[in-house]
């Protein structure tokens, strides 16, 4: 079985400033996809960026990047130059290539907070 | 452009009732999933589906029911509601082969159970 950890239940950062949060996952599957999601006081779940585990190239999106450690099996997202609109929760979740259902594993979720 | 819809929005029901969330999607996407989202758990994954009448269980499956009459529909039963069912409830869909693509979620339903 796959698990997603974040150990970071809540981040503090100021606007403009730069946060990572950490991801790390456990599997014995060499082919998989991994994905961040946002999930705003809205309560809405915003996909942010999605990584194939083939692709050796970090993925970027705007203001977000991922660090990408497959050996590691590591996954952080970096969000740059905060706004007071990525105060979210976010989401860790992975998915292995082989399973037809395209179940979703997800992590606890890290609070992240943009403060003024 | 309705998208994923789900309703309630909020919901609170009483211990030993049988409750129904609804879940319905305008995109005729074959997959379907029911999450629930606890605090330290993040998402657990309660039931999915590939089609209609296709149907399977996820993590945690124990107290639900579902059905996939309809492939836009997907609705999901608490057959005795339990106060331990009190979370916040959501339902996905993908449009490609297995999500790879990722998912495209409904806004969710926050049940509470008295």
């Known amino acids: 079985a796959q698990t997603v950890t974040q150990s970071q239940p809540e981040m503090s950062v100021q606007e403009a400033e730069t946060v990572t949060l950490s991801c790390t996952y456990d599997t014995s599957e060499n082919n998989y996809y991994l994905f961040w999601y946002k999930q705003p006081p809205s309560r809405q779940m915003i996909l942010v960026i999605r990584q194939e585990a083939y692709k050796q190239q970090n993925a970027t999106e705007n203001r977000f990047s991922v660090n990408f450690q497959k050996a590691a099996k590591s996954f952080s997202l970096k969000i740059s130059d905060s706004q007071l609109g990525d105060t979210a929760m976010y989401f860790c979740a992975f998915m292995i290539e082989t399973d037809s259902w395209g179940k979703l594993q997800f992590g606890a979720g890290t609070q992240v907070v943009v403060t003024p | 452009d309705a998208g994923i819809t789900q309703s309630p929005r909020y919901k609170i029901t009483e211990t030993g009732r049988q409750v129904t969330l609804m879940c319905h999607q305008t995109w005729s996407h074959s997959y379907m999933f029911w999450y629930r989202q606890d605090l330290g758990h993040g998402l657990r994954l309660i039931y999915y589906?590939?089609?209609?009448?296709?149907?399977d269980k996820g993590e945690v499956p124990d107290g639900y029911v579902v059905s996939r009459s309809k492939t836009e529909n997907f609705p999901l039963t608490l057959e005795s509601a339990t106060r331990s069912q009190t979370s916040v409830y959501f339902c996905a869909s993908s449009e490609s082969t297995g999500g790879r693509e990722g998912y495209t979620f409904g806004s969710g339903t926050r049940l509470t159970v008295v």
């Open positions: 589906s590939a089609a209609a009448d296709i149907t």
